[in-house]
């Protein structure tokens, strides 16, 4: 019959807590009921009395019931149940069977105040029942019954609402889990279906510049060659002409394909633009870009490979290393770029890394990296902070 616990932010009532309600209510009424209607048929000396006891012990009880402000604060809770004190402390002093009514409130009281006061208003409770049998009991009429009665039921009483409510705590734990369960879902479908795109936006850059862009390259070189070697007043000049700028306009068109699907985080600007909004965005370690070099513009894939591994690189940082410090450089040298992310962190020994899901992403950042030919390094131990290194040797356009 407990109610459940009492919070800040009460949530609505389950079916299961609003049965026990009635249950308590039903049962307070119908003791006071019956309270009422022994001192009437017994022909009791003060049965107005008692009558007119109970009839302000209900209507005290249906006031705090219908009063919101008793459920939403302790101290108006507190106020109602000295106000069912006195009710009930009158309808003792006129009928012994008053000592009733002890057991719901038992349940009221633990559960409008903290713990440890409703458990010392449980054992008032109990003493004033107690006193109230002993004061109408005949002389050696009174057993040990009129002392463990009240006693147990308010141990039943503290039990069975300490067990309700552990119960109801494990259930809100249970609900908070698979709220956040069902939260952690969304975003991982949401996170999964942006990552398919974004991965389909960089192979279709990727497959464009290898293929088409590449072909219509070559298509142009091998046109111009041929143009060179024809004498001037040549017919096919003419015709080849027109078939090189026709290759030079759908390269054009093939590259501005590529930029179009090129990663958001590279359609604001520049790599090292895109990895120092990474390092301002970064929460957790402070972490600082350094560019180094002559910057250059680089094709598409390298850009994307590198900023997905500095990407992927900072969120080991931000996940596991637990570091204060760390920085990612970009340097540019004449043959070759070079992307390095440090931090102060744990460390961890290379060789242990764990390969699978949930772990440190590695493999997926030294394919990136040998896709494109170059080199990806990690250097690490437990305590020392951890170092990455990818190095691309730059293609011939760019170099």
């Known amino acids: 019959m407990a109610a459940p616990p009492r919070s800040p932010a009460p949530r609505p009532l389950t079916p299961v807590s609003r049965i026990l309600r009635l249950c308590l209510h039903a049962l307070l009424f119908g003791l006071l009921a019956l309270a009422a209607g022994r001192a009437v048929t017994d022909s009791a000396p003060r049965a107005g009395w008692v009558v ?13 019931v219908l009063t919101p402000a008793v459920h939403r604060s302790q101290r108006a809770g507190a106020v109602w149940l000295a106000g069912l004190g006195a009710a009930w ?4 002093v006129v009928s012994p069977d008053g000592l009733w009514i002890a057991f719901p409130l038992y349940f009221l009281e633990l559960h409008l105040l903290r713990l440890r006061w409703g458990v010392a208003a449980v054992a008032v409770t109990a003493c004033a029942a107690i006193g109230g049998f002993l004061a109408h009991a005949q002389s050696g009429a009174v057993s040990p019954g009129a002392f463990l009665g009240p006693l147990l039921g308010g141990a039943v009483a503290v039990a069975t609402v ?4 552990a119960l109801y705590r494990e259930s809100e734990r249970r609900r908070e889990l698979i709220e956040e ?6 975003e991982l479908a949401a996170a999964e279906r942006d990552a398919g795109i974004l991965a389909e936006r960089e192979r279709l850059a990727r497959e464009i510049h290898d293929t088409l862009a590449q ?25 080849i002409g027109r078939a090189r700028e026709a290759a030079q ?28 909004r990474l390092c301002t965005a970064a929460p957790g370690p402070r972490v600082r870009f350094c560019l180094s070099g002559a910057p250059r513009v680089l094709p598409t894939p390298y850009e994307v490979a590198l900023l997905r591994i500095a990407q992927s690189a900072l969120a080991n940082v931000v996940r596991h290393a637990r570091a204060d410090r760390a920085e990612i450089t970009l340097t540019f040298m004449d043959a070759s770029v070079t992307l390095d992310v440090v931090d102060d962190g744990t460390g961890f020994d ?25 080199l990806f390094t990690v250097e690490s131990s437990p305590g020392q902070g951890t170092a990455v290194a990818v190095t691309l040797p730059l293609p011939l356009e760019a170099s």
């Open 52 to 64: 007119a006891a109970c009839a302000v012990l209900a209507a005290v009880y249906a006031a705090g």
């Open 89 to 92: 402390a009158t309808l003792l």
């Open 162 to 165: 300490l067990g309700y409510q």
């Open 181 to 186: 369960l069902i939260a952690t879902r969304a």
């Open 215 to 239: 072909g219509l390259s070559s298509i142009q070189l091998l046109l111009r060659a041929a143009e060179r070697s024809l004498p001037q007043d040549a017919p096919a000049l003419e015709h």
């Open 249 to 276: 306009e759908n390269l054009a068109e093939a590259r501005r394909f590529v930029r179009a699907l090129t990663p958001p985080d590279l359609e604001r600007g520049s790599l090292a633009a895109a990895l120092e």
């Open 350 to 374: 290379p060789s242990c890394a764990p390969t699978g899901e949930g772990g440190f992403g590695l493999p997926a950042m030294r394919s990136r990296a040998e896709t494109l030919g170059g």
